[in-house]
Nanobody
Framework: QVQLVESGGGLVQAGGSLRLSCAASGSIFSINVMGWYRQAPGKERELVAAISNSGRTYYADSVKGRFTISRDNAKNTVYLQMNSLKPEDTAVYYC?????????WGQGTQVTVSS
């Protein structure tokens, strides 16, 4: 089992920044990939960014150049630095931990960007 706790969401004006954190606990040794997803009202959940154990990263086209995913292995925490936020970034952001056989989700944190 893996437990994930997200934090750092909130209300910010367009052009502003937020940093999301996802703290992992439990059987974290077998996690291969950590990712950030988001789901806006009426839309499907989408992958925003991901980082592998080797440090390889992936970004959705919509956030490239604005968001940065990173991990602190000593703290078992993954971060999503979000800059130049836009109203269309408004969503609930979820952290996901993927292992070879299963995956786990956090409870989500709301990000609201006002115009």
């Amino acid at each position: 089992q893996v437990q994930l706790v997200e934090s750092g969401g909130g209300l910010v004006q367009a052009g502003g920044s937020l940093r999301l954190s996802c703290a992992a606990s439990g059987s974290i040794f077998s996690i291969n990939v950590m990712g950030w997803y988001r789901q806006a009202p009426g839309k499907e959940r989408e992958l925003v960014a991901a980082i592998s154990n080797s440090g390889r990263t992936y970004y959705a086209d919509s956030v490239k150049g604005r968001f940065t995913i990173s991990r602190d292995n000593a703290k078992n925490t993954v971060y999503l630095q979000m800059n130049s936020l836009k109203p269309e970034d408004t969503a609930v952001y979820y952290c996901k931990a993927s292992r070879r056989s299963d995956s786990y989700w956090g409870q989500g944190t709301q990000v609201t960007v006002s115009s």
